[in-house]
T-cell receptor, first 114, second 112 residues
Framework: DAMVIQNPRYQVTQFGKPVTLSCSQT?????MYWYQQKSSQAPKLLFH???????NEADTPDNFQSRRPNTSFCFLDIRSPGLGDAAMYLC?????????????FGPGTRLLVL | GQNIDQPTEMTATEGAIVQINCTYQ??????LFWYQQHAGEAPTFLSY????GLEEKGRFSSFLSRSKGYSYLLLKELQMKDSASYLC?????????????FGTGTQLKVEL
């Protein structure tokens, strides 16, 4: 089945230690998104790739970076995680043109910062 | 900017009908989505409205009034598994494409 896959599902890191979260998709969607969701809050868009074009949200901290080496994969790099970065990180994909451009989400990676 | 409001929590009885409201203020409106999110899981797509009116999909229906900035999600024949958070999300067209902004969600509890 076509899907959005995130690894790992749970990630524990230390304060200040760089961490990378990964997302892959078999939907062949051209847009990929990263969201941060804290407990009882709305998912917050960090950035997205429209094909190869990177679009950063104005309020996304510089601590958060992203890479998209090809259509299928997208990575979220947190250069120096702080305690406030503990959250669920959601990857989503969508396809532009011809349909509703619905975003489909992966299962998420829950990040714990010690 | 955008402002999306929905009730924080609701309680309903198994087998009943519940309506979850969402109001929004936005520029460049380009569609409204409803997602279901169980605790600790990713949001799953439920419905999409871009024109005024009602969209029905099995036990779930969603309504949109663009002039009023208002939508609701209607859940019929409630089941215990419907206990979840329901997120209203507004899509806004920006210069760089479409952007989805989520409300904080309505936590629905279905009781016997």
């Amino acid at each position: 089945d076509a899907m959005v896959i995130q690894n790992p599902r749970y990630q524990v890191t230390q304060f200040g230690k760089p961490v990378t979260l990964s997302c892959s998709q078999t939907l062949n969607h051209n847009v990929m998104y990263w969201y941060q969701q804290k407990s009882s809050q709305a998912p917050k868009l960090l950035f997205h790739y429209y094909d190869k074009d990177f679009n950063n949200e104005a309020d996304t901290p510089d601590n958060f970076q992203s890479r998209r080496p090809n259509t299928s994969f997208c990575f979220l790099d947190i250069r120096s995680p702080g305690l406030g970065d503990a959250a669920m990180y959601l990857c989503a994909t969508s396809k532009t043109s011809g349909d509703t451009e619905t975003q489909y989400f992966g299962p998420g990676t829950r990040l714990l910062v010690l | 900017g955008q402002n999306i409001d929905q009730p924080t929590e609701m309680t309903a009885t198994e087998g009943a009908i519940v309506q979850i409201n969402c109001t929004y203020q936005t520029s460049g409106f380009n569609g409204l989505f409803w997602y279901q999110q169980h605790a600790g899981e990713a949001p799953t797509f439920l419905s999409y409205n871009v024109l005024d009116g009602l969209e029905e999909k099995g036990r779930f229906s969603s309504f949109l009034s663009r002039s009023k900035g208002y939508s609701y999600l209607l859940l019929k024949e409630l089941q215990m598994k419907d206990s979840a958070s329901y997120l209203c999300a507004v899509r806004q067209y920006t210069g760089g494409g479409n952007k989805l902004t989520f409300g904080t969600g309505t936590q629905l509890k279905v009781e016997l």
